[in-house]
């Protein structure tokens, strides 16, 4: 009964990512150890490392689930949707990232992965700025990937904001990325 | 001679903040153990710690004089300015600031001293942000605090870019940020 099998393969999936991401946030990238992982997720290392080959493979499975549901967010409600729900994530999961910044520096295999996770979704990201250049919503001096890139470099800076503890003042933010990516 | 024990402390001063900065860059700021400061700095514990009486206040010191320049070169360049300043920054240094963002989320008397280092050339900014506002240079429909808030976020995002090792493509940025800043 294949249908049982992946129903239950995908509870096991979801049961383990959930898990993964309580173990990061208490305990940071290094200090989740397999035992605390096997603890979080309540499930042997190797029933965890027969979905997910390694500890980066947990992690950037939650990273890719990260980018996807901003991408979504971003598709509903805008950017300032998004700018919203980055300020209110949990600072403990977004240092985890912080964590990680020298790793993906010095590999750069991981660096390209990790930077291109979620195509899809950012993919249609691209198509939808390039819609709304072409009916004059958004500059078009500036290709789309320039303006992406702009505005996931002020979701970056936001997420540092938000890692150090620091309040932030999202409305200004976003009256002020508007007027950057405004037709001239 | 006070004179010559002050050029001598001075001296002294430069040659602890260099090394330590060579140190913190190498090894990371937990990885900076009190042996390799004195390694690359050349003096005992008890000379450093006669001048900075803890790692952080060493850190500090340094993150101070970052502050400073960036401000010195916003006043004489322009934000432009800073941006490229902060993408030929040296990674391996950067990564430092991002060891320590869980700890100053959780002691928020090391994150208070540390968002109001070098208050100096802040006011002096914040003064330079106002004038401008006054003659139309700058959008005054925000005040200038958000402004330079903004310019801030948008730096954050560009350093965790250089950290992480990814290329920065820093004019369409310049271009992006003088089209929110403008008066609208």
């Given at each position: 009964?294949?249908?049982?099998?992946?129903?239950?393969?995908?509870?096991r999936?979801?049961?383990?990512?959930?898990?993964?991401r309580k173990?990061?946030?208490?305990?940071g990238y290094?200090?989740?150890t397999?035992p605390r992982l096997?603890?979080?997720?309540?499930?042997?290392r190797?029933?965890?490392?027969?979905y997910?080959p390694?500890?980066?493979?947990?992690?950037?499975?939650?990273?890719?689930e990260?980018?996807?549901?901003a991408g979504?967010?971003?598709?509903?409600e805008?950017f300032g949707?998004v700018?919203?729900?980055?300020a209110?994530?949990?600072?403990?999961?977004?240092?985890v990232?912080f964590?990680l910044?020298?790793?993906?520096r010095?590999?750069p295999?991981l660096?390209?992965?990790?930077?291109?996770?979620?195509p899809?979704?950012?993919?249609?990201?691209?198509?939808?700025?390039?819609?709304?250049?072409?009916?004059?919503?958004?500059?078009d001096?500036?290709?789309?990937?320039?303006?992406?890139?702009?505005?996931?470099i002020v979701?970056d800076g936001?997420?540092?904001a938000v890692?150090?503890g620091a309040?932030?003042?999202?409305?200004?933010?976003?009256?002020?990325?508007?007027?950057?990516?405004a037709p001239?």
């Amino acid at each position: 009964m294949p249908k049982v099998s992946s129903a239950h393969r995908a509870k096991r999936r979801r049961q383990i990512l959930d898990g993964a991401r309580k173990a990061f946030s208490r305990h940071g990238y290094e200090g989740a150890t397999v035992p605390r992982l096997e603890k979080a997720i309540g499930l042997s290392r190797g029933a965890i490392f027969s979905y997910f080959p390694s500890k980066w493979d947990l992690f950037y499975a939650l990273a890719e689930e990260d980018q996807a549901r901003a991408g979504e967010i971003w598709l509903e409600e805008g950017f300032g949707g998004v700018l919203r729900h980055i300020a209110k994530e949990r600072p403990e999961w977004i240092g985890v990232y912080f964590e990680l910044t020298g790793m993906l520096r010095t590999r750069p295999e991981l660096r390209e992965q990790f930077l291109k996770r979620s195509p899809e979704v950012n993919a249609r990201l691209v198509e939808r700025v390039r819609a709304m250049q072409r009916t004059a919503e958004l500059r078009d001096d500036l290709d789309a990937e320039q303006l992406g890139r702009f505005m996931g470099i002020v979701l970056d800076g936001i997420v540092v904001a938000v890692a150090a503890g620091a309040p932030v003042d999202i409305d200004p933010v976003i009256r002020l990325v508007s007027a950057a990516i405004a037709p001239q």
